[in-house]
């Protein structure tokens, strides 16, 4: 699977999903494209932390999360530097700890590896 085949499918599987991220995306890079696809899973993430600063519900995740995780471990290299770099990186950033627990507590094991060798740390420490 190539990133845009992700992000394709992506967008089939989680259309509720997607035209918030959608919406996040074009306020920020100007315009939606495909060549882009690399850079709206920052522009998940993006939106996933407006939902946990609002203190929405994390369930609402779960099923992306898992597919995330599951894309992860079947999947090439470029789509694993994707999630882990454009995603996991992102994910959380600027959230008080109190936000961002009951959304860890929803994200997959592998996941949270990727996120805690990269920042050292956990979000909710």
Request: proline share 4%.
């Amino acid at each position: 699977m190539t990133v845009l085949r992700m992000y394709s499918e992506f967008r089939e599987k989680f259309p509720y999903v997607t035209e918030k991220v959608d919406l996040e995306h074009i306020e920020y890079w100007g315009v939606l494209d495909d060549e882009q696809c690399y850079c709206w899973f920052e522009s998940l993430a993006k939106t996933i932390n407006l939902d946990m600063a609002k203190g929405e519900d994390p369930n609402t995740y779960t099923d992306i999360f898992e597919f995330l995780r599951s894309a992860y471990l079947k999947e090439n290299d470029s789509v694993k530097k994707c999630i882990d770099v454009s995603f996991t990186e992102n994910l959380f950033w600027e959230i008080s700890a109190e936000k961002a627990e009951p959304f860890w507590l929803k994200f997959p094991d592998l996941l949270k590896g990727l996120y805690v060798a990269f920042h050292n740390r956990t979000p909710v420490a």
